[in-house]
């Protein structure tokens, strides 16, 4: 059996490629990393455990681009650019399959983004797994959560709902006839490999008043802007957008997919009025959802309209606390 060092140096010691703002990685007691003059830090952590966030038998490859990804997701969200990451791996056993798949998948999402493994921790335990990223943004940039307005146009990317469908199929609480082989294959590559959104919240840069990532679902991730911003929001839910596959089945079910569940990490941001004419030729990959509105005290802070506004249902107030926690 290899000894800890050797795991390290053969795994994760060189799987990623060398910035030049690292004056020291991997091997020290420390990185000593060098950040950029008028750009502020962005930090984020995840964990995902075993059995918890993912099913232990997984494939190690999309567990490794899963890990970083999420991530690589946050920093999206903040608009930011990915720099350095760190990994805290607890393992059961040292079995060189599974950290040979599992260091391909993280260091092939690493390569494509330029973000440079600096250092971590390797210990024994129930499997999980931490990965603290760094990344830059220029000061007075960051997309934050607490600065939409009243009046801003509410759009997420891409399509909603896909990885939630996939995993009630896994855990077999859910199926529909009407999705094939193929169509099963998409929704389950949505959920065990995410793609961060990363150029997209770059570009969002100095356009985007508030920005989040989808990762516990629509409805509690933009309750998390309303919340930080003290606003309210109405959504028209025929515009949430539905992958091909998802639009193969009962609207209302796809429907509630897209608003309640997660993992989907796709960007939910505000935009002002005047920068809404750029979203149309510039951000092709982005749909208009709804608007910011005044927050009507005591009462829910979400309101779902149809397109035409004449049938406006206030949302269950208990909604916006409705995503995965961890403790309920
Ligand atoms: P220390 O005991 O000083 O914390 P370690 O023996 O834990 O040092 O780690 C030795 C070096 O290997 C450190 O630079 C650390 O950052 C790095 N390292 C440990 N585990 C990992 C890992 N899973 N991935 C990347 N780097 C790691
Ligand atoms: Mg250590």
Not at 26 to 45: E, F, K, M, Y
Not at 156 to 185: F, I
Not at 296 to 306: R, V
Request: net charge negative; proline share 4%; aromatic share 6%.
């Amino acid at each position: 059996m290899i000894s800890e060092f050797s795991l390290i140096q053969h795994y994760f010691e060189q799987i990623t490629t060398k910035r030049d703002d690292v004056l020291l990685g991997i091997g020290d007691d420390c990185a000593l990393l060098d950040c950029p003059t008028d750009h502020l830090l962005a930090v984020s952590i995840d964990t995902l455990v075993a059995d918890i966030h993912f099913f232990a038998d997984v494939d190690p490859q999309t567990l490794g681009h899963k890990s970083l990804a999420v991530g690589l997701s946050d920093l999206a969200a903040m608009g930011a650019t990915p720099a350095w990451f760190t990994l805290a791996l607890t393992l059961p056993n040292i079995d060189e399959d599974w950290l040979q798949g599992f260091s391909q998948g993280l260091a092939k999402l690493a390569q494509h983004y330029n973000i440079q493994l600096v250092g971590g921790d390797t210990t024994r335990g129930p499997l999980s797994i931490s990965i603290q990223v760094h990344g830059h943004v220029p000061t007075h940039l960051a997309l934050q959560r607490s600065h939409a307005n009243i009046g801003d146009i509410i759009y997420v990317s891409g399509t909603l709902g896909d990885a939630g469908a996939a995993l009630q199929m896994q855990l077999k609480q859910w199926h529909d006839d009407r999705l094939n082989d193929e169509d099963t294959q998409y929704l389950q590559q949505r959920l065990e490999c995410p793609t961060p959104q990363l150029e997209l919240g770059e570009k969002l840069r100095g356009i985007a008043s508030a920005a989040i990532d989808i990762s516990d679902g629509l409805a509690a991730d933009l309750g998390h802007i309303l919340n930080k911003s003290n606003v309210g929001a109405r959504l028209d839910l025929n515009q949430l957008p539905l992958s091909p596959a998802l639009a193969k089945i009962d609207l209302q079910t796809a429907q509630q997919f897209a608003l309640y569940s997660g993992d989907d990490y796709e960007l939910c941001f505000t935009v002002p009025p005047q920068h809404c004419a750029q979203m149309q030729t510039d951000f092709k990959q982005c749909t208009r959802i709804g608007e910011i509105v005044k927050k009507i005290k005591g009462s829910a802070s979400l309101i779902f309209g149809t397109k035409s506004q004449t049938e406006i249902k206030l949302a269950d107030p208990l909604i916006l606390g409705s995503g995965y926690d961890h403790f309920k």
